[in-house]
């Protein structure tokens, strides 16, 4: 495939009231603030170096090849927003899966248009990992695609997608999905797909969200992470149950062998992402002895930085420690 040459269909984001209540309590509005932060920031962000040969290339994200019949997105939004959010294509014999409904239906056709090019046929299987607009709002490409795809998600995440979505004017765009979904249990349990001479893992999780998914592909081992992981930008924890992020990501991030694909983020080893660990660990140090000593969250984020031993996190907004510590002393206060 040559770069660049994978073409999309016309499918404009609906801004509506809706969308727009949707987008500021979700990960979208968190990192649209990087178009707010200035181009040399946003250039930075998401300058995350490439590790696998590149099979198509766009403004706003490019496709590596990452094992035989496993294909990572990695989102560069630096002049389009038609992908936010990391996401992958995985081909079996009988199947293809797609992760992550992306962001704009303009992304969305892109990815569809590069796994019907890459793998001979479309999307069969579609996973959504959790319910934040970056993730959930290009899934309408998939609803009026000839055959779409049996989307995998939870019950939880249609209905925080759902909540998001009230007082506002019009149905999301592609929500007719769920009806026929495949819908999978609450966390901690998991669900094998077999999609022909090749087994994906999809792992109910929590923690970035109350309801998580990451995709585990066998041999050799490729883990989509979500949201739960971030490289190189300070995680967002709008939504976040800090214990338990960090608990999950103490347990995925272990494997030498495997390679993981962040929700946010340039591919990483197990090894690479050690300092996110170290900095999950870090704020949960931070905001835990603030609460014990009653110092409310908004004041302890107000006069905390990050120690330079973390290395360097790009933040798009000075407010996400405040929303880091907030979360924790919410969990705490429970
Ligand atoms: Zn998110």
């Given at each position: 495939?040559?770069?660049?040459k994978?073409q999309?269909s016309t499918?404009?984001?609906?801004?509506?009231?809706?969308?727009?209540?949707?987008?500021?309590?979700?990960?979208?509005?968190?990192?649209?603030?990087?178009?707010?932060?200035?181009?040399?920031?946003?250039r930075?962000?998401?300058?995350?170096?490439?590790k696998?040969d590149?099979?198509?290339?766009?403004?706003?994200?490019r496709?590596?090849?990452?094992?035989?019949?496993v294909w990572?997105?990695?989102?560069?939004?630096?002049?389009g927003?038609?992908?936010?959010?990391?996401?992958?294509?995985?081909?079996?014999?009988?199947?293809?899966?797609?992760?992550?409904?992306?962001?704009?239906?303009?992304?969305?056709?892109?990815?569809?248009?590069?796994?019907?090019?890459?793998?001979?046929?479309?999307?069969?299987?579609?996973?959504?990992?959790?319910?934040?607009?970056?993730?959930?709002?290009?899934?309408?490409?998939?609803?009026?695609?000839?055959?779409?795809?049996?989307?995998?998600?939870?019950h939880?995440?249609?209905?925080?997608?759902?909540?998001?979505?009230?007082?506002?004017e019009?149905?999301?765009?592609?929500?007719?999905?769920?009806?026929?979904?495949?819908?999978?249990?609450?966390a901690?349990?998991?669900?094998r797909?077999?999609?022909?001479?090749?087994?994906?893992?999809?792992?109910?999780?929590?923690g970035?969200?109350?309801?998580?998914?990451?995709?585990?592909?066998?041999d050799?081992?490729?883990?989509?992470?979500?949201d739960?992981?971030?490289?190189?930008?300070f995680?967002?924890?709008?939504?976040?149950?800090?214990?338990?992020?960090?608990r999950?990501?103490?347990?995925?991030?272990?494997?030498?062998?495997?390679?993981?694909?962040?929700?946010?983020?340039?591919l990483a080893?197990?090894?690479?992402?050690q300092?996110?660990?170290?900095?999950?660990e870090?704020?949960?140090r931070?905001a835990?002895?603030a609460?014990?000593?009653?110092?409310?969250?908004?004041?302890a984020?107000?006069?905390?930085s990050?120690?330079?031993s973390?290395?360097?996190?790009?933040?798009?907004?000075?407010?996400?420690y405040?929303?880091a510590?907030?979360?924790?002393?919410?969990e705490?206060?429970?």
């Amino acid at each position: 495939m040559r770069k660049g040459k994978i073409q999309t269909s016309t499918d404009s984001p609906l801004y509506s009231r809706r969308s727009f209540l949707h987008q500021a309590s979700s990960c979208s509005a968190y990192l649209l603030a990087a178009f707010a932060a200035g181009p040399t920031l946003l250039r930075r962000a998401f300058a995350a170096s490439q590790k696998y040969d590149v099979v198509a290339s766009e403004p706003f994200g490019r496709l590596e090849q990452v094992a035989d019949g496993v294909w990572a997105l990695i989102s560069t939004p630096q002049s389009g927003r038609e992908t936010l959010s990391n996401g992958g294509i995985v081909a079996g014999r009988d199947g293809v899966m797609v992760i992550e409904a992306q962001y704009m239906g303009e992304g969305a056709d892109w990815l569809i248009a590069a796994a019907e090019e890459l793998t001979g046929r479309p999307p069969t299987h579609l996973v959504l990992t959790h319910y934040h607009a970056d993730h959930s709002w290009g899934m309408s490409a998939y609803a009026r695609h000839k055959e779409p795809p049996v989307l995998y998600t939870t019950h939880q995440t249609r209905d925080l997608l759902t909540a998001s979505l009230e007082g506002g004017e019009r149905e999301m765009p592609g929500a007719e999905m769920f009806a026929s979904a495949t819908m999978i249990s609450a966390a901690g349990s998991q669900e094998r797909v077999d999609l022909g001479g090749r087994a994906v893992h999809i792992d109910s999780r929590a923690g970035h969200t109350p309801s998580d998914l990451s995709i585990e592909v066998d041999d050799p081992r490729v883990v989509f992470c979500g949201d739960l992981v971030w490289n190189g930008m300070f995680p967002n924890y709008m939504d976040a149950i800090p214990s338990r992020l960090t608990r999950q990501c103490r347990a995925m991030l272990g494997d030498p062998s495997a390679l993981y694909v962040p929700g946010h983020g340039g591919l990483a080893t197990a090894e690479e992402m050690q300092p996110y660990l170290a900095l999950l660990e870090e704020i949960g140090r931070a905001a835990r002895d603030a609460f014990e000593k009653g110092t409310p969250a908004s004041e302890a984020a107000a006069e905390y930085s990050l120690p330079s031993s973390l290395g360097e996190w790009t933040m798009f907004s000075p407010s996400y420690y405040q929303v880091a510590f907030e979360a924790w002393e919410r969990e705490l206060s429970q």
